[in-house]
């Protein structure tokens, strides 16, 4: 599933939403985890773009994935885990993952 909501309230804009405004790919799979990837498969080399059927469930750790510069993936309501090239890097929290969409923005 492709973003599309839904929002939380209360005044916090949920990060998918967030990196969506921002020009990121986010897709839901079948279990319901958020993904966040750049639109290209590798932001400052390639332009090819990446579409949900590019990447699925299914090959998540595959070549596809690999080929990828980094994905957000979430783990819990509060908590995203940065994989770079399908390695787990880091586990960080809702600010610390903003920091780090408006980095990649960044030229």
Do not use: Y
């Amino acid at each position: 599933m492709i973003f599309t909501g839904p929002f939380q309230s209360g005044g916090r804009i949920p990060l998918p939403r967030l990196a969506a405004s921002l020009g990121f790919f986010c897709w839901q799979n079948e279990q319901e985890i958020w993904h966040i990837q750049p639109q290209k498969r590798d932001q400052s080399v390639t332009t090819s773009n990446v579409t949900p059927n590019d990447v699925t469930p299914n090959n998540e750790a595959g070549s596809t994935a690999n080929s990828l510069s980094w994905t957000l993936q979430q783990q819990a309501e509060d908590r995203w885990l940065l994989l770079v090239k399908g390695v787990p890097q880091i586990s960080m929290q809702p600010p610390e993952a903003i920091a780090f969409l408006k980095r990649q923005q960044q030229p």
